[in-house]
């Protein structure tokens, strides 16, 4: 029960997939929509447990007055009443929405936009001609940026053509090469998963 | 040019006010790790964990709970419910091998998902690789051949188990290696100023709704 | 979902997915032939070195010697997407070694469904190895379902606990460049994984170590050098070869007919 | 030297605002190449005779304004130039009021008048039914009444307009849109049955998309994206919001693009290298 059981509902809903993708008079009994819906519902009550993890872990650092604290405590009564305002009020709410519109959205959006920040300062670390391997993708990398800048073509007015050709031959034929190899990897891993032999979760990692 | 601020207090400033300074809270991180942008970042997390309690049961629970269990008695959609509930047996160590049963189901469905899923696209991409040499220009035929030479070499590059010591074998790993390269390469400059766009949004607001320097 | 007037394909297949049913099984036929010659004890060969595996342990080994923690991370995946799961094996080896080598394993997360994944995940390891006793579950921490409410609670928890080792091993997003050039900054050991190929640039810039595309999915197999599993990745090389040969095989027929019959047979 | 390749993260973040700021506040103007499908709109636009009524379909709202309203801007700026007379109407709840706040101020520059050089009918529901409506009569598809619920019989402007046709005096259509209701319903209520010409004002995620209709003349062209708008603002001479953000975009290259140099010059004068 402790082992088996688990596995053999493993097997069981990758079959019903499986099965109802493949076969015609399997797929006329809808099943994917009833487990789609059990999984949502099994999804959802785990939300639960992000919140208990959150309570405990940021309770701890409340009730041991760890540094930084008092963030944990507004962390806590923010959560805790913008879910109830939720629940309340669902996500239509006008308060509801008002905050997430005016304070999480700007929030979320700038977060975003640190990458520019970020992609600078990793670009100029990263690209140096320490091999000649790296300088290739140097130069892939240089002539891409300035062909998507206007800069590029008032440079010079074939860089569009020279970016779209990268885009069309090698960075097409490069990423081909990778996909294919990532849908066969995915494949192998699929099936290790339902013969059994990788489930991490349930201890004993691969082999028996 | 000169300063326009919105009225703090309008119902038309206050959402141009709030959205402003919290921009500012998550730029100051850019200087150091600071109580401005830990606060931001908490509540950040307490907003994001608490809008995800409200919609997800809204539209993962509820419906199933009214629609399908009360208004069609569709009886059998408690046990996703038991199952779920079955994750909570962490807290109780003698029953908490049970949160593995929900675990379980929804690996085996990711598993037979991939292998139900993904073995069309896979093979359009094998036919997507087919291609023809007969163009109507000289440099088309030329590219077509490069990009067929290069898929192929980039196949070869993962080869995990297949030795490279053969002299063919390792020219056309490296090939791959080099082509895998200028793809990631290529990919990289090219999505720099995509995510410029979404600082200059931000920076946009800033300078314009809110500071009112931009006409 | 099926339109009432699409009639099965060779009487039992729904529509369109006829070849991809035959692909899938020649796919797996090869991968399970590969596990049964294992099982036989029949030479199996080995995996070439890839060396974004070999340095697991090394940035484990250094975080400890730094007393330092470990900081893993599987990305934003579902609990079902396929990088997730492969997450799942390599969470289980950190997790052994950090508990071996009485290192401290941070463990974020956004999705509650994964945490509670990993949650076992890492209370088995720290069993396997003799070291329940080490286990913490309040290192193992969820941070909103939210992209980026993650991206800056993690990016703040890196100034915070400083941790000598960053694993991001998973499905990633526009995240990536904020989790590997935030852990850059921090002088920590980097190793980045994906299959999501908008993403895998960004860690080979920013990560010291990147396994690129499916040499996530050969981490199981290389780390535990069960020769079961690496059949499976045998099994996959052949499938590899197959492709090649298809590859060629519609090309030279496509410069012969106007009407590919490979590709039509291979679309149905 | 060498030390070009340990610039610190903060000068370089610097260097990234500074990027922004100045694009926004002082815009240089970078050369920006003008793009065939861009032209054809220019082109259709100042081919008509002035006195033309050209009916304006704002379909989009608050979420994608920083991409549309430098396009919305730079049309009506040729708009007005060329003496032509907008229509503004919008399917989407939000769009004709964002396009009568940036209209008013290019009107008053050029001196033209509410309801006799211009006129705002408003959003109207009933997406594409109404906008069907509208084709055979404005007056009833607009319940009578303008933007700001004025009898639509007052307005000089609006005095031989009957329905949204070649008769009333319509000769072409520029619909600035996000999605849906978009171009679509446009393209099959009033392209193909009243065979007004069409352009389309679109953002940089739908021109591959909206691709095969120019090419198959359906639209008469796109104003494509951000970058659009800096072409059509260089064509009609007005530097805004859109040049500023190419601009931007120019200079954000040249400065990774400066820094990577920077970097491997210092590497490469790095004497342990």
């Known amino acids: ?208 | 040019m000169s300063f326009d601020f919105p009225s703090l207090l309008s119902a038309d400033g206050a959402p141009v006010w709030a959205a402003a300074l919290c921009t500012l809270a998550i730029w100051t991180f850019l200087i150091r790790d600071n109580p401005i942008y830990r606060l931001a970042e908490h509540v950040m997390v307490a907003l994001a964990a608490g809008w995800g309690v409200g919609y997800y049961y809204y539209s993962y629970i509820h419906p199933v709970i009214t629609e399908e269990l009360i208004g069609q008695g569709r009886w059998f959609y408690i046990i996703p419910i038991i199952l779920g509930l079955f994750l909570y047996t962490r807290f109780i160590p003698s029953v908490s091998w049970l949160a593995r049963y929900p675990m379980s189901a929804y690996i085996g469905y990711g598993a037979g998902y991939y292998l139900a899923f993904n073995a069309k696209p896979f093979l359009s991409q094998v036919t997507a690789s087919f291609v023809s040499f007969s163009q109507p220009a000289f440099t088309g035929t030329l590219n077509q051949i490069v990009f067929f030479i290069c898929i192929l070499a980039s196949l070869v590059y993962f080869f995990f188990t297949i030795s490279k010591e053969r002299p063919a074998m390792g020219y056309a790993s490296q090939l791959g290696k080099i082509v895998i390269l200028i793809a990631l390469g290529a990919h990289f400059g090219n999505t720099v100023l995509y995510r410029y766009n979404l600082f200059l949004g931000r920076l946009s607001y800033v300078l314009g709704e809110w500071m009112g320097l931009l006409q | ?268 | 030297m060498q030390k070009l390749q340990a610039i610190g993260r903060r000068p370089i973040y610097v260097l990234v605002f500074l990027v922004g700021i100045i694009a926004f506040l002082w815009p240089l103007g970078l050369p920006v190449s003008v793009q065939p499908d861009t032209l054809t709109v220019y082109k259709a636009l100042d081919a008509l005779p002035a006195g033309s009524l050209v009916w304006f379909g704002a379909e989009y709202d608050v979420s994608t304004k920083p991409e549309l309203d430098p396009q919305v801007v730079a049309v009506f700026h040729h708009l007005f130039q060329k003496n032509l007379k907008p229509v503004i109407y919008g399917m989407w709840l939000r769009g004709p009021t964002i396009v009568q706040g940036l209209v008013e101020p290019i009107a008053e520059e050029y001196g033209k008048q509410y309801g006799v050089d211009w006129i705002n009918l408003g959003h109207k529901p009933g997406t594409s039914t109404n906008l069907r409506l509208m084709t055979s009569n404005i007056t009833e598809g607009a319940a009578g009444v303008d933007h700001f619920g004025k009898p639509l019989a007052n307005y000089p402007i609006m005095r031989n307009v009957t329905a949204l046709d070649k008769a009333s005096g319509f000769r072409h259509v520029v619909i600035a849109e996000a999605g849906t209701p978009g171009n679509r319903e446009y393209l099959g209520i009033v392209v193909k049955e009243k065979a007004i010409p069409m352009s389309v004002a679109t953002l940089t995620m739908s021109i591959a998309e909206n691709k095969p209709f120019v090419v198959a003349g359906d639209f008469t062209g796109q104003i494509p994206g951000l970058r659009g708008a800096a072409e059509y603002e260089y064509l009609v001479g007005k530097a805004g919001k859109g040049a500023s953000g190419t601009d931007a975009q120019s200079l954000a290259a040249l400065l990774v693009f400066g820094l990577v140099v920077l970097g491997n010059i210092g590497y490469l004068t790095s004497p342990r290298r």
Request: proline letters at 3%; a neutral charge; hydrophobic letters at 55%.
């Open chain 3, 1 to 268: 979902m099926m339109l009432a007037q699409d009639g099965p394909a060779l009487g039992i297949f729904t529509a369109g997915s006829v070849a991809a049913f035959f692909a899938l099984l020649v796919i797996c036929g090869l991968v399970y032939m590969m596990i049964q010659r294992a099982r036989a004890g029949l030479k199996i060969p080995e995996i070439r070195k890839i060396a974004g595996l070999e340095a697991i342990d090394e940035a484990i080994g250094r975080a400890t010697e730094m007393g330092r923690p470990v900081h893993f991370t599987p990305g934003l995946g579902d609990p079902y997407n396929i990088q997730t799961i492969a997450s799942y094996a390599m969470l289980g080896h950190v997790a052994k070694r950090c508990a071996q080598y009485d290192t401290r394993l941070l463990q974020t997360n956004v999705d509650p469904f994964v945490l509670a994944i990993n949650n076992e995940v890492i209370r088995q390891a720290y069993l396997e190895a003799g070291r329940p006793d080490a286990f913490n579950p309040d290192d193992i921490t969820f941070h909103s379902t939210e992209q980026f409410a993650y991206a800056a609670s993690v990016l703040g928890l890196y100034e915070r606990e400083r941790p000598a080792a960053n694993i991001m091993f998973g499905a990633f997003w526009a995240e990536s460049m904020l989790f590997a050039e935030g852990g850059a900054y921090l002088g920590s050991i980097q190793i980045g994984a994906t299959a999501n190929t908008h993403q895998i640039a960004f860690f080979v810039a920013a990560c010291d170590y990147t396994l690129i595309g499916e040499e996530m999915f050969a981490a199981s197999a290389y780390l535990s050098k069960e020769p079961v599993l690496t059949g499976t990745v045998v099994g996959q090389d052949w499938a590899r070869i197959g492709v090649f040969a298809l590859i060629i095989l519609g090309t030279i027929l496509a410069q012969i007919g106007d009407t590919n019959w490979l590709a039509t047979i291979l679309k149905k």
């Open chain 1, 1 to 208: 029960m402790r082992k088996e059981f688990p596995m053999l509902l493993t097997v069981v809903a990758a079959l019903t997939v499986i099965l109802s993708q493949f076969f015609f008079h399997i797929a006329e009994w809808n099943l994917m929509d009833v487990l789609d819906k059990w999984l949502n519902v099994m999804w959802g009550i785990a939300i639960g447990l992000g919140i208990v993890n959150l309570s405990v872990v940021h309770g701890k650092k409340i009730m041991r007055r760890a540094p930084g604290f008092y963030n944990s405590v507004v962390l806590l009564a923010i959560l805790y009443v913008y879910a109830i305002l939720g629940l309340w009020t669902t996500t239509q709410g006008y308060y509801h929405a008002w905050i997430f519109d005016n304070v999480y959205a700007p929030l979320d959006s700038t977060v975003f936009g640190l990458v520019a920040f970020f992609i600078t300062t990793a670009a100029y670390r990263a690209f140096k001609v320490r091999t000649w391997e790296a300088t290739v993708m140097l130069l892939a990398g240089m002539i891409l940026l300035l062909g998507s800048a206007p800069i590029g073509e008032a440079i010079w007015a074939d860089w569009a053509h020279l970016r779209q050709w990268f885009l069309d031959i090698p960075n097409a034929a490069g990423m081909r090469g990778i996909v294919l190899g990532i849908y066969l990897g995915g494949f192998a891993t699929a099936l290790r998963v339902m013969l059994g032999l990788e489930r991490a979760w349930m201890g004993a990692m691969g082999g028996r």
